[in-house]
């Protein structure tokens, strides 16, 4: 699988280490140079399946890319599910949208692509998702990103993707998700936390970089995104992989 392979290969992969030091003030987490810099160690010991779920975005998009479609990567960050994407696009005229708000990511993942000779054009751009015109496209993928998105502003972005959508494309949608049952949604997380300390994390980097993620990640159980995902429009919606409070869903639009 490409993905198991450092992405950025000119660079090492840095060692997260962000989180690792007291700090006396802890700020808002954001995606500024210092976590662009560390980025594929940090997504890799911090979410459960990471590597499966790009591979399997390769897979998925292998079987239901469109010829002369679009398809978009929302939340790209260093561009790990737009590289799986466009190795596996075997119908000609499409081309890939990948989209980030970060300037420091957009760059980084400018190199990351320079260096893949993939046939199918990847478009880089540097904006807020919810500005982006979805059209023509047969898949949409928001792997991760969802999460960040403002409550308020995710039922608009979801009918956004599904009115850009062609009939028979998806939309995969990766998400950190929460339980109704809160003795079930302790046990997530706590199954959660191990999984960060055997892949090396301290109880002190666990416990400060969720303090920064408090009220800018914002988890919604699975029953809040299949009503979201129906009320958009989308009649087959699931999740297909789950990994403790880590989920991924598939969603078609299987009408005009
Ligand atoms: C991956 N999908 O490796 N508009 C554009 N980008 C945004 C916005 C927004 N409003 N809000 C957040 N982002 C990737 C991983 S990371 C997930 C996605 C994580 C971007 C943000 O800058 C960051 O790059 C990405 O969404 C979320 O498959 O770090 O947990």
Same mark, same amino acid.
């Given at each position: ?24 003030? *802890? ?26 779920? *790009? ?8 079987? &239901? ?6 398809? &978009? ?17 075997? $119908?000609?005229?499409?081309?890939? *949208? ?18 893949? #000779? ?61 339980? $109704?049952?809160?003795? #079930? ?6 199954? &959660? ?11 002190? $980097? ?51």
């Amino acid at each position: 699988m490409a993905n198991d392979q450092p992405q950025d290969t000119n660079d090492a992969i840095n060692k997260d280490t962000v989180f690792a030091n007291p700090m006396a003030a *802890i700020d808002r987490f954001a995606f500024n140079k210092a976590v662009v810099d560390v980025f594929p160690d940090m997504i890799k010991r911090s979410v459960p399946g990471y590597l499966t779920i *790009i591979g399997m975005i390769g897979d998925l998009t292998n079987r &239901y890319v469109q010829a002369n479609s679009n398809c &978009y990567d929302l939340g790209c960050s260093l561009a790990a599910a737009t590289l799986a994407m466009r190795q596996n696009i075997g $119908e000609s005229g499409c081309e890939i *949208i990948a989209v980030d708000n970060s300037q420091a990511m957009i760059e980084r993942a400018q190199k990351v692509m320079d260096r893949d #000779h993939s046939a199918t054009p990847v478009a880089l751009v540097c904006d807020d998702i919810n500005n982006i015109d979805i059209k023509n496209a047969s898949i949409v993928v928001l792997n991760f990103t969802l999460q960040f998105i403002p409550v308020e502003q995710r039922d608009q972005l979801l009918a956004n993707i599904y009115q850009g959508l062609n009939p028979g494309g998806v939309l995969i949608l990766s998400e950190k998700i929460a339980f $109704e049952d809160q003795r #079930h949604n302790q046990l997530m997380i706590d199954l &959660y936390h191990d999984f960060k300390r055997a892949n090396g994390y301290s109880d002190l $980097e666990i416990s400060q970089k969720r303090e920064a993620l408090e009220n800018v990640l914002i988890p919604e159980t699975l029953t809040q995104h299949r009503s979201r995902l129906k009320n958009s429009g989308f009649d087959d919606a699931d999740v297909w992989f789950q990994c403790f409070n880590f989920a991924s869903m598939i969603a078609q639009k299987t009408t005009y």
